[in-house]
């Protein structure tokens, strides 16, 4: 079973591999030496996010129809694929935009979409083969393995592409993106080979019946009971909210960091894209940490030292900027990394006590819309901010500033909000027997 685990590792790291370029290389090409919106920029680089609701639809559909004898597999190919094509036409599309920026745009949103598209075909595919091939009892053993091999791709990746972009030219990160695409496919491919089982008989291929109603009916469905089944509990709201603030605001610097490198202090494009490598080392780090300590420190607590840690990071980051201090600048990228591995598996953890035994599915599907949600929220409101900042203080750096000091503002709202959950109060509401029954209905629609 490890080989295994490795084997969803490794279709997880290829996955994510495709979106550092994107997000920690491109989206530095396009604001800064392209002279793009960062709004424009955050919305192209946020599609996958954008289409995660799709993600149920998807799910449904292949546990219907298997292909070639598989229920899994071939839809992580499309996926896969999909973000190989995206992330290896992806810097030709935004030399188009440069040149012609309708016929540009036009391409970009196909591009960037397929990309976006294959991101969720591939993540509900390879997540769902996760957990049927791991039992109740594996699934957390499987998540820590594809995720510690996921942040050491990354880490990998962005030092790679790096050294594959000295010196920087519009044919050196073409070069750069093909490689990390074709490396993605060939890692992915090699994690698929004998890790799913054949379907052999009809009634495993044919899988569950279908409603007579339609399976898109009967997801669509199922999706509005559990809305209002959710709506019904007031902890769950907070959570739902808590959610979306911290991670919009842990998130939004995605797409502006970068950048923001470059316009302060100048840095080449082969020393920015090393950035996420920093932040993720200091993030593996930091779950290191965060394991040892978490039998000592109550996880009120962690997410608090995780959130303020977070505050901390933003405030050296602008005061960084204001200073023209690169040494500041590194520092708070550091903390950045450290409190977000804390915030990271202290909020999992809390978000595990915020489910109720045989609803799991029911209160995860919730989080895990309030993830996609921040992630999109954050990344589109940091450029909307940063490109009105800019437009109107005349200084490229005034606006990352204010960004980075807003998204500090939307921690402490998130940690405000924070004191008024209560997860025993959130149990008392969730088994009360009008909304366990209501919840039930949800699932067996």
Sequence with gaps: MFWKRVQIGLI?????????????????????????????????????????????????????????????????????????????????????????FWAGLALGVLVFGAWGMGFNFATVSYFSLASELSGERGRSRTISIMFFIMIVGIIATSIGLGRLLEPYSPAALESAFRSVALLALVLGLIGLIGLEPRLTSRRDAVGEIASPIGPDHAERQSWRRLFGVVRENRQVTRFFWYLILMLAAILGQDVLLEPFAAEAFGMPVNVTTRITALWGVCFLVSLLIAGALETRIAKRSMVRLGGWGAILAFILIAASGLMASTSVFYSGVVVLGIATGLATVSNLSLMLDMTIPGKVGLFI?????????????????????????????????????VVFLMLAGLLLASLALLHTIDVNAFRR????????ERAAAAQEV
Aim: include cysteine.
């Design 12 to 100: 997880h790291v290829a996955v994510a591999m495709t979106l550092v370029p994107i997000n920690g290389t491109l989206n530095r090409v396009m604001i800064k030496e392209l002279a793009f919106s960062a709004a424009l920029v955050a919305l192209l680089a946020s599609l996958p996010y954008l289409f995660s609701p799709i993600q149920v639809a998807i799910g449904s559909f292949s546990d219907r129809n298997p292909l070639l004898g598989y229920r899994r597999s071939p839809y992580i190919v499309i996926g896969l694929l999909l973000c190989v094509v995206g992330v290896i036409a992806s810097p030709a599309t935004a030399y188009l935009m440069a040149e012609n």
């Design 365 to 401: 599907g919730v989080w895990g819309m309030a993830n996609a949600v921040a992630r999109l929220m954050g990344s589109v409101l940091s450029g909307l901010v940063r490109d009105a900042i800019n437009q109107f203080a005349g200084s490229p750096v005034t606006g990352y500033v």
């Design 429 to 436: 509401q969730a088994e009360s027997p009008s909304l366990v």
